[in-house]
């Protein structure tokens, strides 16, 4: 039995809806609401974003992507297959068509082979968003926090299911719920229109990912890899470089 560990972050517990089921436990309160926040942007606005060296420098930006900090997103996810070896397969082979940059193509195993099923013989699924990393989810509710780039809701940073790779957003949620729901992704509601979460997984560790990466890449500034986003994590992944750090990573 494993707990993801993620708290209730809206002020409306009575809104919250707990699913237990394969062992694990998601919690995805109220959803979110990412409005029409870029990451659609004009490619020169993209561009504007190769000067920003910081995840914070992204943040800042004008630009309301997270596909910058693809780089870094990259490695993130790479660490998480070094906690738990096979832990997310891509879903690129799948028969979908990322409608963001941003949007990183992995689920947890299990989710992309359903995923995989769910898709077969149709037009091609529209996704928006799938996993995110911890510091692209720092970057939404930093928006979210100051009224940026449309974000109207966010999960705090290790508190959203699409950081554990079992989410999906989809804008064609109408005509895909019943398909979708056959193979396993539960729709979250009228809240999140949008959102389907995956019936079971496990916690994908990704706040104890970045502190790993981070400590292997700063002998001289380590903090505590114990898997807990806090003040201490989020100043890291400010000053984190968007492209991720330099130099091949291993899992060592
Ligand atoms: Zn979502």
């Not at 910058?68 to 891509?90: F, K, W």
């Amino acid at each position: 039995m494993m707990s993801r560990g993620k708290f209730l972050w809206t002020l409306v517990p009575a809104a919250a809806l707990l699913v237990h089921c394969g062992g694990v436990e998601l919690e995805d309160i109220e959803g979110e609401d990412l409005g029409p926040y870029a990451e659609r942007m004009p490619w020169a606005e993209f561009m504007a974003t190769s000067s920003m060296g910081t995840v914070a420098g992204v943040a800042e930006s004008t630009a309301c992507t997270t596909a910058a900090i693809r780089g870094l997103s990259d490695q993130i996810v790479a660490e998480m297959n070094c906690i738990r070896p096979g832990l997310m397969s891509r879903i690129d082979g799948a028969n979908i068509s990322l409608t963001s940059a941003a949007a990183l193509p992995y689920l947890q195993a299990p989710a992309a082979r359903a995923l995989a099923e769910a898709t077969r013989g149709r037009s091609p699924l529209p996704i928006n968003s799938t996993l995110r990393s911890v510091a692209q989810q720092w970057i939404l509710y930093f928006w979210y926090r100051t009224g940026r780039c449309g974000v109207r809701l966010a999960a705090p940073p290790g508190r959203s299911n699409h950081e554990d790779g079992l989410a999906i957003d989809t804008s064609a949620y109408a005509s895909w719920k019943s398909t979708l729901e056959r193979h396993g992704f539960r729709w979250f509601g009228s809240g999140d229109p949008v959102h389907f979460d995956y019936h079971s997984g496990v916690d994908a560790r990704g706040v104890l990912a970045f502190q790993r990466l981070w400590n292997r890449n700063n002998p001289g500034d380590r903090i505590a890899a114990d898997g807990i986003y806090g003040p201490q994590t989020e100043a890291r992944i400010r000053r984190s470089p968007r492209t991720g750090f330099p130099g091949r990573q291993s899992c060592q």
